[in-house]
């Protein structure tokens, strides 16, 4: 592959925001069984930490795409920055 | 000056060449273009003309790059260059160093024209406008590497959603051969495809400025591109046909920026509202739960077992006596029953017939119904009601 795809394996921030949404809604409802409840306010729980944690990033990363030699694509970081 | 001096022709085309290109190092000149032609080398030649009289041009290749346009036939243009002599032909021509259309009379004609062709097309229509995405996270920009827009909008970013990866692909943004940069950059970045949304950015200019954006290969480009493209040109009263195609127009680069990102606290408050609501949710549905345990535990049967004891023992009696009360009854009618069939099976008994005066004659032990099936000499038995007596028939 001549491109870096992101991490499938790791939620997008807004895979993660939907997620913690339909939990709260779920919870909010009360029509699911109490243990389910309590698992499903862990997993909330974790996914909102998770999503604070992603926001607390302190910088925005700059790259330059670029095409090599071969014509693929490649991020390189921006020295004129 | 020497009157009647003799020149040779070298002499006199340096002459002239000194007076003038001393004399029009630079100049301005209206007129209008014709007999255009792109030589191989890059090199554009071209007649300057009105409506009487007309002028060589040459436009080097190193200037076309930087031109807010490339130069057509019938365009009326504002052209400053610098005269040169051919000394070799005694030919002039004007060696052009920058042309601007004549007022922008031309360029919005142009403008118009492509708005209307691509309009017809469909392709502004709302319904093909991609929706952007809520949360992205990276995020490809198309601009000049240069200049206050991609620095504009950095701080956007830093200030609103720090949480995000800027993908550039630095471009021209003016003069020829810009648009076919910007269109290249957003090929790009969908053959790339690791990007959220694309912003196609540029500061404010004049019409000639922006003129990239309304290049029919940069609108073609955002139409087809599979990301969500936002553009983001000038100043809020400019409109460009990239903006016309784009899912999304915003006023200014640092527009755009604000529009493409969510700002990081109103995220954050709403994140910790869920984490409210979530706890709420729970406690409220814990603290139900503990009622109704409590109101288990404080319920009399609960507390006091052995009245549910009692209470089931009473039913249990209650059950039996009816159980014995049914029995009885069932008795009773089998025995009423039974009565009954005694005394239809007394009814039939034949001792009380013989006791009326019948007599009743048995052939072998059975009962013989009929004088036919009795014969000379058979022995039979004759019952009384009173004794047997055995006899022969004769």
């Known amino acids: 592959m001549p491109t870096k795809k992101r991490d499938q394996d790791i939620p997008t921030f807004e895979q993660s925001l939907k997620r913690l949404e339909d939990i709260v809604n779920r919870l909010e409802r009360g029509d ?3 243990e389910e409840s309590l698992r499903l306010y862990e997993e909330g729980l974790e996914l909102s930490k998770t999503c604070s944690e992603r926001l607390a990033k302190a910088e925005v990363t700059l790259k330059r795409l670029s095409k090599n030699a071969k014509g693929a694509f490649e991020e390189l ?4 920055e | 000056m020497i009157v009647n001096q003799q020149y040779t022709v070298s002499e006199l085309n340096r002459r002239i060449k000194q007076v003038l290109e001393a004399g029009f190092a630079s100049v301005v000149v209206v007129g209008e273009i014709s007999n255009l032609k792109h030589h191989t080398s890059g090199h554009v030649y071209f007649t300057l003309k009105d409506e009487t009289s007309q002028l060589s041009a040459v436009l080097w290749r190193s200037r076309v790059q930087n031109l807010p346009l490339m130069p057509r036939d019938g365009m009326k243009v ?13 030919t002039y021509q004007i060696d052009v160093t920058s042309i601007k259309p004549l007022g922008v009379g031309e360029l919005q004609a142009a403008f118009e024209r492509l708005k209307e062709k691509l309009s017809a097309e469909g392709l502004f229509d709302p319904g093909r406008k991609k929706p952007l995405p809520q949360y992205p996270e990276r995020i490809g920009i198309v601009t000049s590497k240069t200049g206050a827009v991609l620095q504009d909008m950095m701080h956007v970013f830093a200030r609103r959603f720090p949480a995000l990866t800027i993908l550039l692909v630095p471009v021209r943004v003016q003069g020829a051969g810009a648009a076919e940069e910007i269109a290249q950059g957003v090929r790009d970045l969908n053959a790339f495809g690791n990007v959220d949304v694309i912003i196609v950015a540029r500061g404010g ?3 000639e400025d922006l003129w990239a954006f309304n290049e029919e290969v940069v609108a073609r480009t955002i139409a087809a591109s599979r990301i969500p493209v936002v553009s983001a040109v000038g100043h809020e009263i400019d409109y460009t046909i990239a903006d016309f195609v784009a899912d999304l127009r915003a006023p200014t680069p640092s527009a755009a920026a604000e529009l493409v990102v969510k700002d990081r606290a109103a995220v954050l408050e709403i994140l910790r509202d869920y984490a409210y609501t979530m706890r709420e949710s729970l406690a409220s549905r814990l603290h139900q739960h503990r009622e109704h345990i409590g109101s288990l535990l404080k319920s009399h049967a609960f507390n006091r077992p052995i009245d549910l004891l009692h209470s089931h023992s009473q039913h249990m009696d209650e059950l039996t006596r009816s159980m014995g009360a049914f029995a009885a009854h069932r008795y009773a009618l089998a025995a009423s029953q039974m009565r009954g069939v005694g005394q239809r099976l007394a009814a039939l008994d034949p001792a009380r017939t013989l006791k009326r005066g019948y007599a009743m004659v048995r052939k072998q032990g059975r009962i013989i119904g009929t004088a036919a ?5 058979d022995d039979v038995t004759i019952s009384f009601h009173d004794g047997d007596v055995p006899s022969r028939i004769c």
């Open chain 1, 32 to 34: 699911v069984p109490l």
């Open chain 2, 205 to 207: 200019g004049s019409l």
């Open chain 1, 77 to 80: 970081d921006d020295e004129a």
């Open chain 2, 78 to 90: 504002i052209v400053t260059g610098r005269i040169t002599v051919y000394e070799v032909r005694g």
């Open chain 2, 373 to 377: 099936s009795l014969h000379t000499d």
